[in-house]
C-alpha cells in the first residue's frame, strides 16, 4: 500500500514506492511512503492563490467556528486514529496525549479566538501612541495575515498533535498550511488529515500533506511564507540555513530536542510528599512515548546525600513498567517508533556509558511484541558520579533513559541546569517558595518552561513534559530559540505587524475601532435605544452637566462606607496633594452613569464590565462634570443554548470638568441585544 499526499486540491499517490515503514511492535510492514512525482512549486502557488485569499475572506471568529467544528468532527471518529496509533508503538495514554492532545488544541483555540480577538480580520495590537503636541497625529501598530503559506516540517514522535499544534494558531490567523509529517508515523498524519479534508468544513486550499521527502519545496517559499520545524537540532540547523529562505529572510521557527532536567529542591525529604511527587514524575517522563517527547526529563538533579534514596525510589517505581504491545490493557509502555530508532538509543547509551554508570535496566520480557523486530527497549537509568565531565549535558537518547546527577548546592543545581545550553523545559520540585524562587530564577534564561511541582497543585498540574496551548512552547539555544503555541503570541506569529500613522479619524476607519480625537456623529436617538446593528463606530452622545455638591460628597461616603481623609476631613484635605475636599472618584464613575444611562427597557441587556479606568484631574465642591459616551467597538457574541441573540459594545467615557479638563477616562462594556440572526460583516 502507498500512502498518498494531498496537493492541488487532489489527492496523489508516489510514482515509486520509496521508504517501507514498519510497525513499532511486530515489525510487519505498513505502508510506502514517497512524494515523488508532487510538483511543490504549484503546491505553494495553489496555497498562495486560492488558499490564502479563501481563508482570509472569513474572521477570526469565523475561522474560530471552523475550526471548532473540525474539533468534533474528528472527536466523533477518534476511535480509528487510536488502533493506528498503536502501530506507533504507543499505548492508550500516549495516543491520548497525542490524539486527544491534538484535539483538544483545536478546541482551546477556537475558544481563545472567541474570547480575546475581534471579529475581524486583522487585529489591533496596541493602544494609539500620540505622535504630536496636538493629538492630530497617531501611531498604532494593526497585524494581518501573511499572504503566503505556512510549511509544516513535524517529528515522527507526535503525528497528531505535532500536525495540529502548528495548525491551530495558523489557521485562526487565515494563512494555509502544507503539512510535511515525519515518515516513520506519517500514516497515522495522514488518516487524521483525510479526515479533515472529507469533513469539507475548512475552504478550498487550506490544507496540503506531503508524505515523503520535502524535494524542492523550501526552493518555491518567498518573503510572504514561513517554515515551523519539530525536530532534532542538527537537522533544524539544516534547514535554517537554506539558500532561499535566506535570500528572502523566510521566518523560521525551530523547536528542537533538548536536554531537559528536573530538579529535587534541597529542602525534599523521602517520605515527603514532593519526593513522591519527584519519583513519579520522572518515571513517567521515562516510559510515556516511551520516552520520544521532546519536552521529556533526559537530566535528573538531585541532592548528593538522597542520591541512594532517589536511585531505590525510581528502581523500584520502574521496575514495574510492564512492555509489551500496546493494544494491551496492561502493558504500561511500548516500543520506540521503530527498531533503527531503538539502535540509535542504544548508540547513545554506549557513549554515555564512558563516563556514566547505568544501575537500572529493565527487565526483556515483554507481553505481546517482538523483540527483534519491534522497536523494544527497556527502561534505563544511568548514574554520574562527576556530574560537571558527564556526556549527559550534550548527548541525548531520544527514549527511556535518563541520568540521574548529584548536586551540592542550589548554585550548582542551577549551574547544571545551564550546561544543557538551552531547554524546552525545566522543572522544580519543591515546598520551599524561597528555594523554588532561587531555582526559577537561576533557570529562566535557558528555559522556555519552568515547573513549580509541589503538593499543593500535584492534583491539577499536567506535568512536566505537556505543553499546553495557552503557554508558549519552545526554548533558547539548544533548543532551537523558536516559540509555538503560546496562546495570541502564536497567531502573531502568522501575521505581519504594520505600524500605521495617521489622524485620529483615519486611524479609526482603519482600525475600525472609535480613537479619541476622532470625529464622532450625535443622534437624537439616544445610543441606548438601538440595536446591536444600529450602533455605528463614533456614534456618540453629548450628556447635560452636573454641579458637585458636599451633599454628594456625604451621602456618596455614607452610602458606601468611604470616609477617606480626602472626601470627609476639610481639615485633613487642606493639608493633602488636593489642598481640598475632592470628590470619590467612583462617585464621578456612578454620576457619569447616571447622566448618560437610558433607564427605560430596551436593547441594552446588561453591563457587561468597566475597563481602563484613570481619574486624571481632582473633581472638587462646586466643580461642574459632563460625559462623552462613544461607541469604541462591537463584537457579535455567539450565544449558549436558550440565550439571547447580542453583541458586546465598548463605550468610550470621559468625562469633563466646566473647564473642559479630563477628569476621568474609562471603557466599558454592555450586552446588547441584536436583531438579525447575524451581525453585519465590516
Known sequence: MKLSSYAVGDWHQSTDDGTLVADAVYGQPVVHVSSKGLDFGAMVEYARKIGSPNLQRYT??????????????????????????????????????????????????????????????????????????????????????????????????????????????????????????????????????????????????????????????????????????????????????????????????????????????????????????????????????????????????????????????????????????????????????????????????????QDCEVVYQGEADLLGGDWEKGGFMPPTLLYSNQPWDSGAHDLEPFGPVATVMPYESLVEAVALARRGKGSLVGSVVTHNRQEARILFFGCATHHGRMLILNRENARESTGHGAPLPLLVHGGPGRAGAGEELGGVRGIKHYMQRCAVQADPTTLSVLSNEYVRGAEVSEDLVHPFRKYFEELEIGESLLTHRRTVTEADLVNFANLTGDYFYAHVDEIGARDSIFGKRVAHGYFLIAAAAGLFVSPAPGPVLANYGLENLRFIEPVGIGDTIQARLTVKSKTAKDPRPGERLAGVVEWDVQITNQEGKTVALYSILTLVERRLERAPQA
Open 60 to 353: 477570526f471568529h469565523e475561522r474560530a467556528a471552523m475550526l471548532r467544528a473540525l474539533a468534533q468532527y474528528l472527536t466523533e471518529r477518534k476511535e480509528g486514529f487510536y488502533q493506528l496509533s498503536f502501530k506507533t508503538g504507543s499505548t492508550r495514554r500516549d495516543g491520548w496525549v497525542d490524539i486527544d492532545g491534538g484535539i483538544g488544541t483545536f478546541f482551546s483555540y477556537s475558544s481563545l479566538a472567541r474570547r480575546e480577538l475581534p471579529n475581524e480580520r486583522f487585529l489591533v495590537e496596541d493602544d494609539p501612541q500620540t505622535l504630536s503636541k496636538q493629538g492630530s497625529f497617531l501611531g498604532r501598530h494593526l497585524l494581518v495575515p501573511r499572504e503566503g503559506v505556512a510549511v509544516h516540517i513535524n517529528a515522527f514522535n507526535f503525528p497528531v498533535w505535532g500536525m495540529m499544534e502548528k495548525l491551530a494558531p495558523g489557521l485562526i490567523a487565515g494563512v494555509p498550511a502544507i503539512v510535511k509529517p515525519a515518515t516513520q508515523t506519517a500514516y497515522l498524519t495522514e488518516a487524521v488529515f483525510r479526515t479533515m479534508i472529507e469533513s469539507g468544513i475548512l475552504p478550498e486550499g487550506a490544507l496540503q500533506l506531503v508524505c515523503g521527502s520535502t524535494g524542492d519545496l523550501l526552493e518555491h517559499l518567498g518573503e510572504q511564507d514561513c517554515v515551523t520545524f519539530t525536530g532534532s537540532a542538527s537537522t533544524g540547523r539544516k534547514l535554517k540555513i537554506h539558500p532561499n529562505l535566506i535570500a528572502h529572510s523566510v521566518p523560521f521557527n525551530m523547536e528542537a530536542d533538548s536536554l531537559n532536567c528536573s530538579i529535587l529542591g534541597q529542602t525534599v525529604e523521602p517520605g515527603d510528599d514532593e519526593f513522591d511527587l519527584f519519583i513519579k514524575e520522572v518515571t513517567d517522563e521515562m516510559t510515556v512515548k516511551a520516552g520520544q517527547k521532546c519536552t521529556a526529563i533526559r537530566r535528573v538533579m538531585v541532592p548528593r546525600n538522597k542520591v541512594e534514596a532517589v536511585l531505590e525510589a525510581l528502581k523500584n517505581r520502574l521496575s514495574k513498567v510492564v512492555l509489551g504491545d500496546p493494544h494491551r490493557e496492561e502493558v504500561r509502555m511500548g516500543p520506540l517508533v521503530g527498531a533503527s530508532q531503538r539502535d540509535e538509543v542504544a548508540a547513545v547509551v554506549q557513549q554515555l556509558r
